[in-house]
Each structure stands twice: as structure tokens, then as C-alpha cells.
């Protein structure tokens, strides 16, 4: 089975410029694969139940909204849904799984996250309906599609583009005399120097410890080559040989040290460092661009001060300079559905390039994954700009903890706390990695 798939950003290209243009889970499994059937009456009757990620006061109206249009289309129909924080869902899904109680659809992530699932028997194979030639498969992002695919078949329905910015005060580099660092060592002169304006330089919670791995992601994009990331992220050919894995976590200790809280971020939310960003105590905050339009939402930080760069690149870097961390988000439909049917209309309703626009738009700022679903007039320039640096790039680097098997992510994610809390050095993190590694083959 093919473990991951991983994307050139290509075709996202094209899919950004066309919308513009149009405006560990355990694996008891199912007895057999099951297949949507493009010709299946939906029967619009009964309950649909969605678990989503959108459990956060600012994203939770996208679904209840849909759900509520939805159900005025078709009456006999009613929408159940599970919301979930980014931090929850993955407890939540292990608790359905474990139950035999996944919902009709529920979210999910690419790369090993999403294979579970699949290898479990637990997900729909989708090829019929989503597929490139399809005509739900038309109206989304080729590559976005291709992301959830495993062995051939398309199992995902990608609900948005993601990528990993760093978010900035325009007003403190301003009072502390600085520019957007365009290298690595600038920005951690930067650092120094806000340090000198009493702010802290990033804001940063670890405490959930998959920020670690976002930060870590991107830095090992520069340092390890493509090719070398994509054979060690399979345990039958993991070496975790390359010195680029050691440069990265020696940068990444670097940014935590001289730019953070140190060691008290694991003891941090990384909803509390977002708000501590927002309310302008710190000028920067390492973020999705699904983030972008929570950090001007509420608090002190206006639109208009707000900017973003991407990590910059370190000297003499061996990997790819313009990949980018990021991966589509989305959604997958249980084998166990009694409706599957219904379950695949009802995303189907929620991909719409009309509900795309909303999704696009303030407050949410997710960037659609639907052809046309999205517009400029409508939405947060910064997105727009994002989005074009995503096009732009040559590589989106999966989030090491969705893109690697359970014992590996998990190695990943206590290896980089206890390189913060100092009790751990690169060396120990990566022989623990290359362990887990092994272990997993």
C-alpha cells in the first residue's frame, strides 16, 4: 500500500490562478472495501452525523450554517455534528474508533493519519465519485484530491489548503527598528533586537507538542533533500542518516532559546501563544494561513499591521529553499455508513464553490479546495497573498506527525519537547526517531 502522497504545488498553482479567474488508530476492520457507486439514488432521509475540526468559536458557524441550509433543501434530513478543536480531534477519533462509533464523515489528515483509516477498512473508496474525471472531481484541486490518495484509489475530500507562515507585527518591528528577515540569522538578530523593546519576539505553546514538529518540518525541508524526507517518512527504507536532520533541530533549539519562552513553552497552549500574538505582546507568531484571519479577529492586532514571511531559509542549506510546510485538510466517509449516499451529497454540498467563497472568506479565511471557490474582493489579502506563496512553492512538506507511522510521529513529538526542555540533544532526538523508525518496519 502506498503510504503517502506527497505534492509538487504544480498543479495547485494552476488550481489557485483557475479559482481566481471562476472568482495511532487501532485497525479493526471492516469485512470488505467499500466503493461509492456513482449511479447510487440518494435517499434524503434520515441523519447524517460529521465530526469536524472547526470546534473553535470563530469556525464553528461554517458547519452549523451548512448543516442548517442543508436541511432546508431536504427536510427528511437531519445533520449531526460532532465539532472538535484542532487539539481534540485527534482523541475524539481514537475514542469513536475504538468504540465502533465513527460518525458517517469525519475529518482527517494526509499522509499516515489518513492510511489508517484506509488500511483499517474504515473509509470509502471515493475513485468513482472524486475522481480527476468526475464531476465532483472537476470542481476540486487536482493535487489537493491526490493528497488522500493510497494504493491508487482517492479516499479524501479535501476541504482546504493549509501552509505554515510566520505571522508578524508591523507596528513592533517598526518601534524596534527592524525589517522582515529575509535570512535565518536575520531573524534572530530580529529576536535581539525586540527583546531590546520589552515584547516577546515569538509567542509560542507547545504544550500539545505538534507546533514543534511544524517548526521542525520546515526547517527540514531546507536542510534534508526531498528525496531523502520521502524515503525515511517509510520505515522499510527509513536510514535517518542525512546531518540535516541534526542541523535542523540545532536551529529549531536556536529560535526557542534566543526568539521564545524557552523551555516554559511546552508548558504553553498554542491557542494561548495565538492570543498572546493577537493582543500584541508578541510581534510573532508561527502560524497557518487558516490562522491568518483569527490573529486580527478580536484582539489588538489590526489587519493592517498585520504581515507574514516564510521561515527563512539557513545558510547553506542542502534541501529546497522554496518548499513549504503544509498539507490539504479534509474529510473522509465510513465504510460503516447505513447512508453513504447521503454522506457523500451532503460533502458534495459542503465542496460547493458557493460554500467555498464562505469558507474563503472572513471570519473563517480557510482557502478553499474547490475550484471558484474562492475571490479576491472577498477576501483577506494576506490569505490572498498566501496563497499565491504556496503556488509558488515547490514542495509542501507534510506535518511530520500525520505524515509519519504512530511510534515514529510519537518519537517526533516527545523528542522536540525534551530538546526544549534540555533534556534531550538533536543527537538523542534523532536516535530515538531512527529507533521508533525500526521499530515500525
Not at 450554517?65 to 432546508?72: L, M, P, V
Not at 519562552?261 to 510581534?283: E, H, I, P, V, W
Not at 467555498?356 to 479565511?365: E, H, M, Q, T, V
Not at 511530520?400 to 534531550?424: E, F, K
Request: glycine share 8%; aromatic share 10%.
Amino acid at each position: 500500500m502506498k503510504a503517502n502522497t506527497y505534492l509538487s504545488t504544480s498543479s495547485l498553482a494552476a488550481i489557485v490562478a483557475a479559482a481566481f479567474v471562476v472568482g495511532g488508530i487501532s485497525a479493526a476492520s471492516a469485512a470488505d472495501v467499500v466503493v461509492a457507486d456513482p449511479n447510487a439514488k440518494v435517499d434524503y432521509s434520515g441523519t447524517v452525523s460529521v465530526l469536524t475540526k472547526f470546534g473553535l468559536q470563530q469556525l464553528s458557524p461554517f458547519f452549523v450554517d451548512a448543516a442548517k441550509k442543508y436541511e432546508a433543501l431536504h427536510p427528511g434530513v437531519k445533520v449531526e455534528l460532532i465539532q472538535e478543536s484542532d487539539d481534540s480531534v485527534k482523541g475524539k477519533t481514537k475514542a469513536l474508533v475504538a468504540s465502533n462509533s465513527l460518525p458517517d464523515v469525519y475529518f482527517t489528515w494526509t499522509g499516515s493519519w489518513g492510511e489508517n483509516f484506509v488500511r483499517g477498512k474504515r473509509a470509502v473508496d471515493l475513485t468513482p465519485v472524486i475522481g480527476p474525471d468526475t464531476e465532483w472531481g472537476k470542481t476540486l484541486a487536482t493535487a489537493a484530491v491526490s493528497a488522500f490518495q493510497y494504493n491508487g484509489k482517492l479516499y479524501g475530500i479535501p476541504l482546504y489548503l493549509d501552509a505554515k507562515f510566520m505571522g508578524y507585527n508591523k507596528s513592533l518591528f517598526k518601534k524596534a527598528g527592524i525589517a522582515e528577515p529575509k535570512t535565518f540569522d536575520d531573524l534572530l538578530s530580529a529576536c535581539a533586537a525586540l527583546k531590546k523593546t520589552g515584547v516577546t519576539p515569538i509567542s509560542y505553546g507547545n504544550k500539545e507538542g505538534w507546533p514543534g514538529v511544524h517548526y521542525a518540518g520546515q526547517l527540514l525541508a531546507y536542510n534534508v533533500p526531498q528525496a531523502t524526507l520521502e524515503k525515511d517518512f517509510v520505515p522499510a527504507t527509513a536510514e535517518y542518516t542525512d546531518p540535516g536532520y541534526v542541523e535542523s533541530l540545532k536551529q529549531y533549539k536556536q529560535i526557542i532559546d534566543e526568539c521564545s519562552d524557552g523551555s516554559g513553552t511546552n508548558g504553553s497552549s498554542y491557542a494561548s501563544a495565538l492570543q498572546q500574538f493577537s493582543n500584541g505582546k508578541s510581534a510573532m507568531y508561527y502560524q497557518e494561513i487558516i490562522e491568518f484571519d483569527q490573529s486580527t479577529a478580536d484582539g489588538a492586532l489590526k489587519r493592517e499591521d498585520f504581515g507574514f514571511f516564510k521561515l527563512p531559509v539557513p545558510k547553506d542549506a542542502k534541501g529546497d529553499a522554496k518548499a513549504i510546510e503544509g498539507a490539504p485538510e479534509g474529510y473522509m466517509i465510513n465504510a460503516a455508513s447505513k447512508n453513504v449516499p447521503l454522506a457523500i451529497d451532503f460533502m458534495r454540498f459542503v465542496t460547493s464553490a458557493e460554500n467555498g467563497k464562505i469558507l474563503s472568506a472572513p471570519p473563517y479565511g480557510q482557502p478553499s479546495a474547490t475550484v471558484g471557490g474562492y475571490s479576491a474582493e472577498n477576501m483577506n489579502p494576506t490569505v490572498v497573498d498566501g496563497l499565491k506563496v504556496i503556488a509558488d512553492s515547490s514542495y509542501l512538506m507534510p506535518w511530520l506527525d500525520t505524515a509519519n507511522p504512530p511510534r515514529v510521529a510519537a518519537a517526533w513529538l516527545s523528542g522536540l519537547q525534551a530538546l526544549i526542555g534540555g533534556s534531550m540533544t538533536p543527537e538523542q532526538v534523532m536516535e530515538r526517531v531512527k529507533e521508533a523508525a525500526a521499530s515500525s518496519k
